[in-house]
């Protein structure tokens, strides 16, 4: 049986929070909202015999989900199964995790306006607790509470872009992009392409063994990615595009 409660933290925010073995799936909480429709939507067609099976994700697990069962797979451990859950607990997960992401919207901490005199500084970083100027790429280590850096955003002047938490996707073809697009995004981005289990994915040297992704509104896009042995414990960001110059 899958268990989860809910918690806030400081500043009052709610967060899900799914303790042991299943403690990956809480990666599901940083989808879009518009992403966790789509899911909701398939896997009402897989409980009605609609369709036969559905699978999606995040960043490192995969849900593999049949009208029955749904299986839980570990993409970055050889796409190791973890376990089986029922089906209908993975729905009323998501619907749970829609209804978080609904009340909750995207956050907005106060922090000092960022003003940048210099060419190579672009924007500054806000991981939850204190503010970074972002030049040429950027890595340090993220608060220990994933429900602090979950509020995460890249700063120019006085607009933000939440990039946890707006329209992410991973670069790679495993779920967001076909083969074509996503070497388009590498060329444009001067990114590379590595292929791992049929899957390929976008990187950039030393940073090869990272999951870059991409978080886009209408006036920035980020590029970046979240690193560490079980978890994230550091962040780099690889490129912030300003859409309005480029």
């Not at 849900?63 to 859950?85: A, L, Q, Y």
């Not at 909750?104 to 970074?132: M, P």
């Not at 955003?153 to 967001?176: G, P, W």
Request: proline share 2%; with cysteine.
């Amino acid at each position: 049986m899958l268990e989860y409660e809910f918690f806030k933290n400081e500043i009052g925010t709610t967060y899900l929070s799914i303790k042991g073995k299943w403690e990956g799936l809480n990666e599901l909480g940083s989808c879009s909202i518009d992403y966790v429709e789509e899911i909701l939507d398939n896997l009402i067609k897989v409980l009605k015999d609609e369709i036969k099976d559905y699978d999606f994700g995040f960043e490192i697990y995969s849900v593999e989900c049949t009208k029955e069962v749904s299986k839980v797979i570990d993409t970055f451990d050889g796409w190791k199964e973890i376990g089986e859950i029922e089906t209908s607990d993975v729905y009323k997960l998501m619907l749970d995790i829609k209804e978080l992401l609904k009340s909750n919207s995207v956050i907005s901490k106060k922090v000092e306006k960022s003003t940048f005199n210099s060419d190579q500084v672009i924007g500054c970083f806000f991981d939850g607790e204190d503010l970074y100027p972002v030049k040429d790429g950027y890595f340090n280590w993220l608060p220990s509470d994933n429900s602090v850096w979950y509020n995460s955003f890249v700063q120019i002047y006085d607009k933000r872009i939440y990039i946890i938490q707006e329209n992410v996707k991973v670069l790679s073809t495993f779920r967001f992009y076909k083969k074509e697009e996503l070497e388009i995004i590498a060329k444009k981005y001067n990114l590379k392409i590595k292929e791992e289990n049929s899957i390929f994915y976008a990187f950039c040297e030393p940073h090869s063994i990272a999951q870059f992704q991409i978080s886009e509104n209408d006036e920035f896009a980020v590029i970046y990615s979240l690193q560490g042995s079980n978890g994230p414990e550091s962040i780099f960001i690889y490129k912030v595009i300003n859409k309005e110059i480029i």
